[in-house]
């Protein structure tokens, strides 16, 4: 009997699948309208890098954290752009990855490893990203070994 194969993680599928970015900060501004309007759907808030929460956020808690994510954005990220925040939809947005101004790497454009955002907001229960990538190590090794 051969065991079923394992079903990918949801989350996982969302977080890897299409994103827009909110390249102006007037875009911005009309996806938090659009986060606040809904801010009891139930959204994860997610630091990358700390355990993933294990339950929804409150309401106030979301409007707390689109307000001090805004002003952190606005502030540290000195440009007349945005182009650091992307939903999967940013009309109606169940997924949104935040870069973090002061560690973006390359968070556009093609990479097979591409950087983790700073945080996410999903509404779909999150798993440990840094979880999933291999050691940088274990790359190297691999790379080495199968090029």
């Not at 890098?49 to 002003?71: M, N």
Request: proline fraction near 12%; aromatic fraction near 12%; glycine fraction near 6%.
């Amino acid at each position: 009997m051969t065991a079923a194969p394992e079903r990918p993680d949801p989350f996982l599928q969302a977080f890897r699948g299409s994103f827009t970015s909110a390249l102006r900060w007037p875009q911005l501004d009309a996806l938090w309208e659009g986060v606040r309007a809904r801010a009891d759907a139930g959204w994860y808030l997610y630091a990358v890098g700390e355990l993933p929460p294990s339950a929804p956020a409150e309401r106030d808690q979301v409007l707390a954290f689109v307000a001090e994510i805004d002003a952190l954005l606005r502030a540290e990220h000195d440009e007349d752009y945005c182009g650091i925040v992307y939903a999967d939809d940013p009309c109606a947005p169940r997924l949104i990855k935040i870069y973090d101004p002061n560690n973006l790497g390359v968070s556009c454009g093609f990479s097979d490893n591409p950087p983790l955002p700073g945080w996410v907001m999903s509404l779909l229960p999150p798993c440990d990203l840094p979880a999933t990538r291999p050691p940088r190590g274990r790359q190297r090794w691999w790379r080495r070994i199968f090029g």
